[in-house]
Nanobody
Framework: QVQLRESGGGLVQPGGSLRLSCAAS????????MAWYRQAPGKQRELVAS???????NYKESVKGRFTISIDNFKKTVYLQMNSLKPEDTAVYYC???????????????WGQGTQVIVSS
């Protein structure tokens, strides 16, 4: 049983910063990719940032230079440092992981329950 637990969301003023964390737990053999998605009210869920097991990163164009994704392989935790936050960053942020639970298992995708980020004066 694999679980992803996000934390670090909250209310912040424009220009402020937040650091999101997502800890993976349970039976995990190998992690291939971890990522952050977000979904604003009335909009589709979108990829914000991802990081692979080779530490290759990918960012949504609008967050480049402001957000940084990182991973601690020992703790099986992925982070999203968000700086210079804008009102349009307001959304529920979801942790995502592509991983295998055992040597003979196929790769599967897992999701966290989400953490709310509100950027407002």
């Amino acid at each position: 049983q694999v679980q992803l637990r996000e934390s670090g969301g909250g209310l912040v003023q424009p220009g402020g910063s937040l650091r999101l964390s997502c800890a993976a737990s349970g039976s995990i053999f190998s992690i291939y990719v971890m990522a952050w998605y977000r979904q604003a009210p009335g909009k589709q869920r979108e990829l914000v940032a991802s990081i692979s097991n080779s530490l290759t990163t990918n960012y949504k164009e609008s967050v480049k230079g402001r957000f940084t994704i990182s991973i601690d392989n020992f703790k099986k935790t992925v982070y999203l440092q968000m700086n210079s936050l804008k009102p349009e960053d307001t959304a529920v942020y979801y942790c995502n992981a592509d991983l295998v639970t055992s040597l003979l298992s196929p790769m599967s995708t897992y999701w966290g329950q989400g953490t709310q980020v509100i950027v407002s004066s």
